[in-house]
């Protein structure tokens, strides 16, 4: 029951967030979804590991899925659904944790907050990463880099 709350509380958060930042009314309703799939899956990760780095990853995997099958699927940019979408595992209480024991002059809890929420950080902006570039090596119908091709035609001419 708890865990239905949470997702509930992610899905009318990413909801309100997404009519703040005027997203229009036909797609409100999926951001919101997308930051409820980001919600459960986070949620379901820290019950069966229990460690927020890879919860946050595997999260932002399925966050930058979702939001790319949308994107095609309605006709819209990914950022749309994904910055709604990421925003459940943004580590903002890791930045602030960090800033409080840096007043408190904590080192080594400004140390361990510090990494934790860069690796956060890192972990997102990677899953990103690997999702956008399989949908577009898909969507281009090729699986290796055409950056050498380019190159040569450019040189030739």
């Known amino acids: 029951m708890k865990m239905l709350i949470q997702v509930a509380g992610a899905f009318l958060s990413i909801f309100a967030f997404a009519v703040y930042l005027e997203t229009p009314k036909k797609h409100l309703v999926k951001s919101g979804i997308v930051g409820a799939v980001s919600g459960v899956v986070y949620l379901v990760c ?3 590991w229990n460690g927020e780095v890879l919860a946050s990853f595997i999260a932002a995997l399925a966050v930058s899925l979702v939001s790319n099958i949308f994107a095609r699927k309605f006709k819209t940019p990914v950022t749309l659904f994904l910055v709604a979408g990421i925003l459940p595992i943004v580590p903002g209480a890791g930045m602030y944790r960090t800033v409080h024991y ?4 904590d080192e080594s809890m400004v140390a361990y907050y510090l990494t934790q929420t860069l690796e956060i950080a890192g972990v997102i902006a990677l899953a990103i990463f690997i999702v956008d570039s399989i949908f577009r090596g898909a969507s281009r119908g090729e699986w290796k880099q055409q950056s050498m091709k380019y190159v040569r035609k450019v040189h030739l001419k």
Do not use: F, K, T
């Not at 840096?102 to 002059?105: A, G, K």
């Open 46 to 48: 820290m019950e069966l």
């Open 102 to 105: 840096i007043l408190n002059s």
